[in-house]
């Protein structure tokens, strides 16, 4: 869809393209370095108001500590009375606004051997501070953990939160702190003493928090029971670890073991009872083990980045919007004269040169493409003419090159004696040009009833010039043979003739040879062709033998040397130029003397046709789509060594 669009809404599409993602760049790493730097101040913020929260509830406990441990020395080290232990309570609760109620506790028959239990308690109730006994059978309290605890672990320790029924019938927490009594210097438990606060001042410093507008601030027990919250019916009710089971959440059973344990941390979470994503600040309270956690809302807490965001893409957007009406009214007004230029160019493509073109109103790149547009149209009419003069030409040229293709092979022998007519010897050849016309040569004629005379040749070069040289050169070997002469001696003649008047230096290698055909006796001379192959049998396949000898048309006065074997019935010679061995594949790989090899060993039982036509088969099978680049000519004769009567009629091969 795009590349069929015009210039100016692929200009709007490429330019708006790369300006949304600038933006979309920038806005993003804006938007990453805000909210870092945002959590960031909201961390701080969240751990100072958390520490100080704590800081308060250590400043409110540490005193409330102090002062069971100081009462548990005074009874450890003082004979008292009843009314001094009573005194002592009175005056530890009514002296000391924090504390709600306070009891000394004995171990049972402790105090009173006659009583199992003597626990007096003072406690507040509104401005006055009362007293009761707590024990009895309804309310044992040393079964109670504020009583079992610090007797069992001997040192002071606060208590879980509890709902107390038996004194204050509050929810309250209780520090308790041991004493004990000297027997046979033996150290043995007596009691507690207890300091119990109500949970109600702790509620109101913890629920006086306020974070952003939802959040909130919260305290959990060493055992992670809510001691303040929101949510009043998870006080004494749930645990965090409860609350996470519900909302299966497992990052909150991490920060609750990381609460319980004493650790200060800041992370993002979920609200355990509300499960709105966050942030979550925890810190310890050191004097009762207690966690205090400061919960603040994500959305609430990135309220204004996200507002931020939102104007920066509205303007963003706008501006986009601008920018694009600004590129399409530029575009336009540079792409309306291509478009007219356009049509112009259409026009003149469909053939229509004199088309006028419109004139051109700016000296720019549009302007100077009117201007080339004129001279390329001048250029066309004149290049229109010339390709018109060219191609006819052209169109003469191809057809004498026809005339000449048919000349050359109307030349070369068509009839190929054997059997019946000739049952002594069977001939057949092939020569397929590279170009209209080639430079291969192929000849065989008769000299007398007893001899025949064969030859293949192979010029230098390709095209025009080798067929002329290949036309002289037949010439000249047919008209210098005769009964009488060998084939070295017409070799040495030849070659001077064409060696005194080479101006272009064109050669020939070309192989000649004359056949007894009554007694196989065979005379050949090589003028530096590739040997032909003695098909003698089965396996056995090898290059014929010859004088060494140069290419005709190199060295004049040269002399030539012959070579002579008989030819057995059955053999067969095979001959062929280099456009076989050297044909190539698409990887350029040649034919090659060892595929020919194979080719003809895989042929012995064919008739010389046949042969010849396996042998141009396996080159264009090799060959596949590869054009050929040289001429290929290929000859096989067999001899079969009967006797016949010479004929001027001869028969084609079968």
Not at 277 to 303: H, I
Not at 495 to 521: A, C, E, K, W, Y
Request: hydrophobic share 40%; net charge negative.
């Amino acid at each position: 869809m795009l590349r069929n669009s015009g210039i100016a809404f692929k200009l709007g599409v490429f330019i708006l393209t790369g300006v949304t993602l600038i933006f979309l760049s920038v806005f993003a790493v804006n938007y990453l370095f805000s909210r870092k730097l945002i959590l960031k101040n909201l961390g701080q913020n969240a751990e100072n108001l958390t520490l100080n929260i704590v800081n308060r509830i250590d400043a409110a406990l540490s005193p409330i500590q102090k002062i069971p441990e100081t009462a548990a020395i005074w009874i450890e080290n003082t004979d008292y009375t009843r009314m001094e232990l009573l005194d002592v309570l009175e005056k530890s609760v009514k002296n000391n606004p924090d504390v709600y109620g306070s009891t000394i506790a004995f171990e049972p028959f402790g105090f009173d051997p006659s009583s199992r239990y003597f626990a007096p308690y003072f406690f507040r109730q509104r401005e006055d501070v009362r007293s009761t006994y707590i024990g009895g059978k309804d309310y044992h309290y040393f079964y109670y953990d504020w009583y079992v605890i610090p007797k069992e672990l001997g040192r002071s320790e606060w208590s879980e939160p509890y709902f107390d029924e038996g004194a204050g019938n509050i929810l309250m927490a209780t520090y308790s702190t041991p004493f004990f009594r000297k027997e046979s210097d033996l150290r043995v438990f007596a009691g507690v003493i207890t300091m119990d606060i109500s949970l109600e001042w702790l509620q109101k410093i913890v629920g006086d928090i306020r974070v952003l507008e939802t959040g909130y601030g919260f305290v959990i027990s060493k055992n992670g029971t809510f001691v303040t919250h929101p949510v009043d019916r998870n006080i004494m009710n749930e645990t965090l670890f409860s609350l996470n089971e519900e909302s299966s959440h497992p990052h909150m059973r991490e920060i609750g073991k990381n609460m319980i344990q004493g650790k200060t941390g800041f992370t993002r979470c979920k609200d355990p009872a509300s499960q709105v994503d966050g942030y979550l600040y925890y810190a310890p309270v050191s004097s009762n083990g207690w966690s205090l956690g400061v919960f603040f809302p994500a959305e609430e807490a990135l309220a204004d980045i996200y507002q931020l965001n939102r104007i920066v893409i509205f303007l963003a957007a706008s501006g986009i919007v601008i920018l694009g009406i600004v590129i399409v009214s530029i575009a336009g007004s540079i792409t309306r004269p291509l478009h007219d230029l356009t049509g112009v160019a259409q026009t003149v493509a469909s053939g229509n040169l004199e088309t006028v073109l419109p004139p051109a109103t700016s000296g720019d790149e549009v302007g100077r493409l009117r201007d080339a547009f004129s001279q390329m149209q001048i250029s066309l009419k004149h290049y229109i003419q010339y390709l018109t003069e060219t191609t006819a030409a052209k169109e003469r040229i191809e057809s004498e090159l026809k005339i000449a293709h048919d000349i050359q092979m109307g030349i070369l022998p068509k009839s190929f004696p054997g059997p019946p007519n000739c049952p002594q010897f069977s001939i057949y050849a092939s020569l397929i040009p590279a170009k209209e016309v080639g430079g291969d040569l192929y000849d065989f004629f008769f000299l007398d009833e007893d001899h025949f005379c064969f030859a293949v040749g192979d010029v230098s070069g390709k095209g025009v010039p080798a067929s002329l040289f290949m036309a002289i050169t037949r010439t000249l070997i047919k008209t210098k043979f005769n009964t009488d002469v060998d084939p070295a001696s017409v070799m040495t003649s030849v070659n001077q003739d064409l060696s005194m008047d080479n101006p272009s230096m064109m050669f020939v290698t070309i192989f000649v040879g004359i056949l007894n055909i009554r007694t196989g006796h065979l005379r050949y001379c090589n003028a530096g062709h590739n040997p032909p192959y003695l098909i003698a049998a089965e396996n056995d396949l090898r290059p014929l033998q010859s004088e060494k000898g140069i290419a005709l048309g190199v060295l004049e006065g040269f002399e030539y040397q012959y070579s002579e074997m008989t030819v057995s019935s059955g053999q067969t010679l095979f001959l062929y130029t280099d456009g076989v061995t050297e044909a190539i594949d698409t990887k350029e790989n040649q034919f090659g003397e060892i595929r020919l090899k194979a080719c003809l060993s895989q042929s012995i039982q064919l008739t010389t046709q046949n042969i010849i036509n396996v042998v141009l088969d396996r080159v264009q099978e090799h060959a596949v789509e590869m054009p050929q680049f040289d001429d290929i000519t290929v000859m096989a004769i067999r001899f079969f060594g009967t006797s016949c009567l010479f004929s001027d009629q001869q028969s084609p091969n079968q």
